[in-house]
């Protein structure tokens, strides 16, 4: 079997991933981990959990899973959060974006790995990274800066597992491009005074610039089961073909 546990399956591109694993093949179980569940499906398991929350997420555990032949853990849930430069943002929505956006895929990363390092399966972490994490984005601070921590942790662990013993980790952190779900309709309901690029999201969806899920999802199933192709640990989904 392989086993596929995915963060924000309730919408947008998690779902997307999820149903691209759960249609590609009959020994794929899909296990999602959001506060909704947006998924029915006789491989799908849903954990209702907060990643808001780290005393929640401290609670998930990863069970072992004796017939794998591959565990794939895909960070993917995500929060915009507050749209507004600092000085003017709430301390709960930055305490929130860092513990949705870093803190829980941090916590999940280092349980997941605890759990199977003695597995000798492929194992693999994605995850889900985006072009803020590389360029500034005003109004986005804590958004930019969390994804850049995720972009840092993953090449540190990616270090780290050149040297790890019998049964080493990949772990990639891939950015999205644009694509169309609510996160961009959050983005476009900014207010203008606190978002000077706030036309420029608007004109991507005026435009048909955001990618629909599922395109995006095929393409991180093509990264998954290519793995061998990407020595750099950042990627960005741009210079993959459409599959
Ligand atoms: N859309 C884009 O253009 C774009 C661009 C670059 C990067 N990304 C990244 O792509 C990933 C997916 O984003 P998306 O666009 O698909 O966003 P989305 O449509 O808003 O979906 C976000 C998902 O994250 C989950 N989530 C949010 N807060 C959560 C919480 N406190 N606890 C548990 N789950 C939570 C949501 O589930 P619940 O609400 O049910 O909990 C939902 O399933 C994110 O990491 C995002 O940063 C997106």
Redesign the pocket.
């Known amino acids: 079997m392989n086993y596929y546990y995915i963060?924000?399956?309730?919408?947008?591109?998690?779902?997307a991933l999820a149903e691209h694993f759960l249609n590609a093949a009959p020994n794929n179980c899909v296990i999602g981990?959001?506060?909704?569940q947006?998924l029915e499906h006789k491989n799908y398991t849903h954990y209702a959990?907060?990643?808001?929350?780290p005393e929640m997420v401290r609670e998930f555990h990863f069970p072992p899973h004796h017939d794998a032949r591959q565990i794939v853990l895909i960070?993917?849930?995500?929060?915009?959060g507050m749209i507004r430069p600092a000085g003017k943002t709430s301390a709960g929505a930055i305490i929130?974006n860092y513990?949705?956006?870093l803190i829980?895929p941090a916590l999940l990363t280092n349980s997941f790995m605890k759990a199977y390092a003695e597995s000798n399966v492929k194992k693999i972490i994605l995850n889900?990274?985006?072009?803020?994490a590389k360029n500034p984005i005003e109004g986005w601070a804590n958004?930019c800066s969390a994804?850049a921590g995720i972009d840092m942790l993953s090449r540190v662990i990616a270090e780290e597992q050149k040297n790890a013993g019998a049964y080493p980790f990949r772990i990639l952190s891939v950015?999205?491009?644009?694509?169309?779900?609510?996160?961009?309709e959050?983005i476009r309901s900014a207010s203008p005074e606190d978002f000077r690029r706030l036309n420029d999201f608007i004109n991507y969806k005026i435009e048909n610039q955001?990618a629909h899920?599922a395109i995006i999802a095929k393409k991180y199933a093509y990264i998954l089961e290519h793995m061998d192709h990407f020595n750099d640990v950042l990627v960005s989904v741009k210079n993959i073909a459409e599959q």
């Open positions: 963060t924000g399956t309730s919408r947008g591109l998690g779902k981990i959001s506060r909704s947006g959990v907060d990643l808001g929350d960070n993917n849930a995500g929060v915009i929130n513990n949705v956006n829980a889900i990274s985006s072009g803020a958004y994804k950015e999205p491009g644009v694509v169309d779900t609510q996160m961009q959050e955001l899920p």
